[in-house]
């Protein structure tokens, strides 16, 4: 099927946002940046993500950068120019990126991370939101916000969750560099792969998720996953058991039993 992007995706300055098959890419493109974010970069971003989860055809998204260098946190202008705003300047400005992190985390679709090169700071924190992370073994990674008098709030929130206390301290306390090995140990990321291997291993990762999966019980399971941390054990059993039911009444479920049973392979 053809993609016709939107004037809003044709206008974008400093990302490039692609449909192949059942695939969306959105791609940072700043490269003499080293794709450095920004407020118009979060704004960018926030478009695309909404555009890809909006497209029926659209089942994974894969978020990746050009050049070099993944993303290398905040752009030095940008940073400079945040000196001289007030608090509620100071404040929306960080909502802004709060909305963009809480949208990827739960975005109903999949997303995976393409990392070519280093991801630090605020880039950091993209790659550990996705849902699935491809990293090269070159790629270096670091919260390095302390070292600049600044705090690695947002991440925070996700990281705790994701790593737990122990290792976000040790991540955003020290602000060390570390490596994808490392970051692989940690739990951010979930595969390496050598550079040349990279983008041909994502795609096929990706397509394979679109054949043999279904949409709708990946998003649900997604949900799933994200609400399960605020609740107690008691609350989080009965959540699972009415999501449990709630799948049990879908399309997908009914397809995806009769298949089994028929031993006909669904295509999702």
Known sequence: MEHYPTQELLALRFL????????????INRPAKRNALSADVVTELKQAFEAAEADEDVKIIILRASGDVFCAGADLKYLQELQANTYQENLADSTHLMQLFHQIYTLKKVVIGQVQGHA??????????CDFTFAVPEAKFGF???????????VSVFLVRRVGETRTKQLLLSG????????????????LVEADELADTVRDY????????SGSSMEMTKELIAQLPALSLEEGLRYAAERNADARATDD??????GFLNKDRVEW
Do not use: S
């Open 16 to 27: 490039q946002y692609e449909v192949e098959g059942r695939l969306a890419y959105i791609t």
């Open 120 to 129: 630090l700071a605020g880039g950091c924190g993209l790659a550990a939101l």
């Open 144 to 154: 390095t916000e302390v070292k600049l008098g600044f705090l690695p709030a947002i």
């Open 176 to 191: 060390d560099i570390f490596t994808a090995q490392q970051a692989l140990d940690y739990g951010l990321v979930t595969f």
């Open 206 to 213: 990706a397509l394979r998720l679109t054949r043999e999966n």
């Open 253 to 258: 479920y009914r397809r995806g039993i009769a």
